[in-house]
């Protein structure tokens, strides 16, 4: 998409999402016109025309209690009067609010079904209350309920889509519920004054309708109410009717008992004036009920009016707007496409120059960067600005460019030349060792201290290897044969401090591709030297054979680690982080980095768990692309056997040992060597050959020799130097380095079990 279809692009979405947000706005307010003059016709007809039914309801419970109280004929043709008047109301809400009502203004029409659902029961309550069946209270009850779902059904009209009206429905809904608190305490007296007495449940409820009224009265109703109603209300309460109501519901609560049980066996004599002063507050506050209803349906009529003529205002300013913006949308984008085709020919000129340039800044040459992207000034607006900031990023990128190319050439230089003086020391120390081991050899205790000392500097050099890892500094590929895996794990055991308390258990004979034989030795040595680092008891490797691959599986039994930390270094292992991460962060991590390293650059995975013995084991995943079968492997090795005896390490031999378990023979003295181990059928912990890992290995008489590593044949040729010569192999000359050997190998069996290492605690491992 061009720059001006963007442009064009961006005026009609805008034009259109202000059009969208017009319409949704007025869509919204249009509905809450709407929704406020359904709810106020809904209120008209279903509120108006259950008020009748309300009222009627409360007198038919009051004149039903006092029937089942006292059964009289005058009682009996008082009910039947009241239940006329009653069935009238009925019949008037059941038409206002369900056949003359339209179906859009049925608002809330599930609560108006509920209180349809309550009055299909009351034929059945009624024939009840004339046949004295059942529990009186559960027979007013129904009139309760009734009363209840009514007072719900105001409720939820109150709840109008309108935020003031709302809060004026708030009194309206308290009067229903203090009447029908009044009415509730009528009842429960004039069924007392019928019975002669007032049980203690009656009085306990007469308290609650009590509670009931005065929380509405003082909470709900009174801060609320406007002020015409506001008078209304105050009249009520300073009658004389009013204050003799509070003084006989005081009298009632307060009226002695004989029997301690609640019952109050004598009414107060008083209660005599209770029917004058309940009338005429029922009456009043059934007035101040309908005014309030009254006055709360013109205001929603007079707020829905407000909002339709708002929402009008509001369409006609919108569109006029809308109309405005997008004139000065086509007003600003002519010039501003004009100046984005000179930025863009601009930055055309340079895309084609910045890669040329980092190009031959990668190839070493120098570049003038001054001549190459000059810093001209811009014009004197945002785009001038744009031009000039460009202009001086293309300048930075170039400078940054050459700068990193330098750091890369000194830091490459660097290691190298520390690495390859580091190695020149370590194959040096290796070299006097062997020379010292074979002199020695008939000493145990010094030829014991030779192998501890020969270990350090093996593992010196994986570090080094460790250090080339990591700098990708390429070196030459040491073994041209496949391995077997149980040698390569005794070979990376053997580079590490505790080699001692390796298990080699591996129970397959497949074999690695030589190309990432070097790589896996360094892996599973890092594994193997944090496992033993780890935990006082002994490491275990083995392996398992799966569809993909091989697993080896690599399992401590020290401290492990918490769930984030296993995350954290699985993470570390997946995606090895770059020397700029490491910058940034202490926290140890060197030998996982190394390890995700050269997984990732050879195809293999590498993964931490915790054990079930709250242990570690790492699982190093060997896909079949990196495997040879045991008969290729046998193959590979017959094919070696018949090479030259001694490969130098810089033409990368390393050839494989044969897989039978071979006799005991000196190893060429005066060579330093990454020591491969020989194949036995069985695999075992080095110290059952008598062999300490990383020491001189023997092979079986007229063998070829050992393959041997020649220093400074991994580095890369500009750092290399021209390898030592090696001693010839002569086994005659090693007859007391192989008793030496076997001592040791009893020596070690017998102190294994009473070595032991600190158990390093620190996270991360």
């Known amino acids: 998409m061009t720059v001006l279809f963007r442009l064009v692009l961006v005026a009609v979405v805008a034009i259109t999402a202000l059009l969208a947000l ?19 016709a809904t209120g008209e007809l279903g509120g108006e025309a259950s008020l009748p ?5 409360q007198a038919e419970r009051r004149l039903t209690a006092v029937y089942l109280a006292s059964p009289t004929a005058s009682h009996k043709e008082a009910l039947e009067e009241q239940r006329s008047a009653t069935d009238e109301g009925i019949e008037s809400f059941r038409h206002l609010s369900g056949s003359e009502l339209q179906a859009e203004h049925r608002h809330k029409w599930t609560f108006v079904e509920r209180v349809y659902k309550e009055l299909d029961r009351l034929e059945k309550v009624r024939s009840q209350a004339d046949d004295r069946a059942g529990n009186p209270d559960a027979v007013t009850g129904y009139y309760t309920d009734l009363i209840v779902k009514m007072i719900e059904f105001y409720q939820e009209l109150s709840a109008m889509d309108d935020p003031q009206l709302t809060l004026e429905t708030r009194p309206l809904v308290g009067l229903f519920w203090a009447s029908d608190g009044l009415s509730q305490e009528d009842m429960l007296i004039a069924e007392a004054r019928a019975s002669g007495r007032m049980t203690a449940g009656h009085r306990t409820a007469f308290a609650q309708a009590y509670g009931t009224q005065r929380v509405m009265y003082q909470r709900w109703i009174a801060p609320y109410l406007p002020a015409k109603d506001k008078a209304a209300y105050d009249r009520i309460i300073d009658s004389e009717a009013w204050k003799t109501k509070e003084r006989l519901e005081k009298a009632v609560i307060n009226a002695p008992t004989l029997d301690g049980s609640g019952a109050i066996q004598e009414l107060p004599a008083e209660l005599d004036q209770w029917d004058a002063a309940y009338q005429k507050i029922s009456r009043q506050i059934a007035g101040l009920n309908l005014s309030r209803t009254q006055g709360l349906l013109a205001h929603g009529y ?4 407000e909002v339709g003529t708002q929402v009008m205002w509001q369409v006609g300013a919108s569109l006029a707007a809308v109309v405005l913006i997008a004139a000065l949308i086509a007003w600003i984008i002519v010039p501003v496409m004009r100046r984005i085709n000179t930025l863009r020919a601009s930055a055309l000129e340079a895309r084609e120059r910045l890669p040329a340039v980092v190009d031959r800044l990668q190839k070493g040459e120098r570049v003038d960067i001054d001549r190459e992207f000059p810093v001209t000034p811009g014009r004197p607006d945002e785009f001038g600005a744009l031009e000039t900031a460009m202009a001086a990023a293309h300048r930075a990128a170039v400078e940054q460019a050459a700068a990193q190319a330098g750091d890369r050439q000194g830091f490459a230089a660097f290691v190298g030349a520390t690495a390859s003086r580091s190695m020149n020391l370590v194959e040096k120390q290796l070299e006097l060792l062997h020379a010292l081991e074979k002199k020695y050899g008939e000493n145990t205790v010094a ?15 994986r570090h080094l290897d460790n250090l080339l890892a990591l700098a990708e500094v390429g070196h030459a590929q040491p073994y041209l044969h496949p391995r077997a895996l149980n040698t390569l794990v005794q070979d990376a055991a053997g580079e590490t401090e505790g080699y001692k308390r390796v298990d080699n258990e591996i129970s397959h004979r497949h074999g690695v591709k030589p190309h990432v034989v070097n790589a896996l030795i360094l892996a599973i040595a890092a594994l193997v030297d944090n496992a033993v680092a780890h935990s006082r008891d002994q490491v275990k490797v083995t392996s398992i054979a799966v569809m993909r691959g091989i697993a080896l599986h690599i399992e401590d039994f020290g401290s492990g680690m918490t769930p984030d930390q296993y995350r954290a270094a699985n993470a570390c292992l997946a995606q090895p982080p770059t020397f700029y991460d490491m910058a940034q962060s202490s926290d140890g991590r060197l030998g996982l980095i190394v390890v995700g390293r050269l997984a990732a650059r050879h195809g293999f995975r590498v993964e931490l768990r915790e054990t079930v013995y709250q242990g570690t084991i790492a699982v190093v995943m060997l896909p079949n692309e990196l495997m040879v079968s045991p008969e290729d492997l046998e193959t590979a090795h017959d094919s070696q056997t018949e090479a030259t005896p001694s490969i130098p390490w810089n033409q990368a031999a390393a050839a494989e040992p044969p897989l039978q378990k071979a006799a005991p023979v000196p190893a060429p003295a005066g060579l330093p060597r990454r020591r491969p181990q020989p194949e036995t059928t069985a695999p075992g912990p080095p110290a059952e050959t008598g062999q300490v890992p ?9 063998a070829p020799p050992l393959p041997q590593r020649v220093p400074h044949a991994h580095l890369v040729p500009s750092l290399a130097r021209t390898p030592s010569p090696a001693v010839p ?3 005659e000359a090693d007859a007391a380095a192989d008793q030496a050997a076997q001592a040791l190998g009893a020596f070690q069996r017998g102190t294994q079990a009473a070595d032991s290492h600190p158990e390093n605690k620190e996270v991360p491992r």
């Open 22 to 40: 017009v319409a949704v706005n007025a869509v919204r307010d249009w509905q809450q016109h709407t929704n406020l003059r359904n709810d106020s």
């Open 729 to 731: 192999y002569t086994p």
């Open 302 to 305: 007079q707020r829905a009016d």
């Open 694 to 702: 990383g020491s001189p290995r023997e092979t079986a008489p007229g």
């Open 53 to 57: 039914l309300f009222v009627g309801a």
């Open 447 to 461: 030829l014991e201290e030779f192998f501890e000392l020969d270990n350090t500097g093996v593992r010196a050099r």
